[in-house]
């Protein structure tokens, strides 16, 4: 049978072990914390941005706001989003408050190295790729630090919408209504060789139409700046050749 003062010494062992492990976990927890704040700083200095590391930004709501040269855009609500981009309706007050869409890349793409800078020349150089049947890039500029870039805004839906989804007897389809968009598309994606680009995005949701019913070829510019110096086969989007 165990002495009392034995049971009172493992007693004071079991205390002072429960004291170590306290001060152990103290020390842990002091460590981590300066671990972060040290994190933390490293992150804040420009210096890092050149490797590739920058602190990732918050996802901003541009619902309400006047972007663009003297506020000539007027935001009104988002329309779209994609894993890449999030696009606006707003209106245009050069142009009689015309309804256009604006369209931004995502906050957790800007933090990539170059992000920005190929995202503005990229939808700079599109201002110039004009045809009848590619929906064009009408400005480009920055707001809160983000480019974006800003286009003719289409109401007709895009091709799965207009006829991928119909029921059967809701519309014929006809070779006379097959070639009626895909002979203007064809021409439009061939524009864009001759010029040295390949959309290498094309599909349905991709084909736009205006409320006349006439088909253009849409989503240019960030796919491309974004995949710039990747691999290209892994990354659809415009690309020069």
């Not at 002091?30 to 930004?57: H, I, T, W, Y």
């Not at 988002?78 to 981009?85: K, L, T, V, Y």
């Not at 991928?164 to 439009?188: C, H, M, Q, S, Y």
């Not at 599909?203 to 240019?220: C, E, R, S, T």
Request: aromatic share 6%; with cysteine; glycine share 10%.
């Amino acid at each position: 049978m165990m002495s009392s003062q034995s049971a009172s010494g493992t007693a004071i062992q079991r205390l002072e072990l429960a004291r170590l492990k306290l001060a152990q976990l103290s020390t842990e927890a002091e460590v981590v914390e300066r671990l972060d704040e040290n994190c933390s700083q490293l992150l804040s200095k420009p210096g890092l941005a050149d490797l590739g590391v920058m602190p990732e930004r918050s996802e901003s709501n541009w619902e309400g706001c006047s972007i663009g040269v003297n506020g000539r855009y007027r935001v009104i609500r988002r329309i779209g989003q994609g894993g890449m981009a999030k696009v606006y309706l707003g209106t245009d007050s050069n142009r009689h408050d015309a309804p256009v869409a604006i369209k931004a890349p995502l906050a957790k793409l800007i933090c990539r190295r170059g992000v920005r800078e190929r995202l503005g020349r990229e939808f700079r150089a599109l201002i110039d790729l004009e045809h009848p049947h590619i929906c064009r890039v009408i400005d480009a500029g920055l707001h809160d630090d983000v480019p974006f870039m800003v286009m003719p805004y289409l109401s007709g839906g895009n091709l799965t919408e207009r006829y991928l989804k119909l029921r059967v007897n809701e519309e014929p389809r006809t070779i006379d209504g097959l070639f009626a968009w895909l002979r203007p598309v064809a021409t439009a994606i061939d524009f864009m060789h001759r010029r040295h680009y390949i959309h290498r995005d094309i599909k349905p949701q991709n084909i736009l139409f205006d409320a006349d019913g006439n088909p253009y070829v849409g989503d240019l510019g960030i796919v491309r700046a974004i995949g710039d110096g990747t691999d290209r086969e892994s990354n659809p989007g415009l690309t020069t050749l």
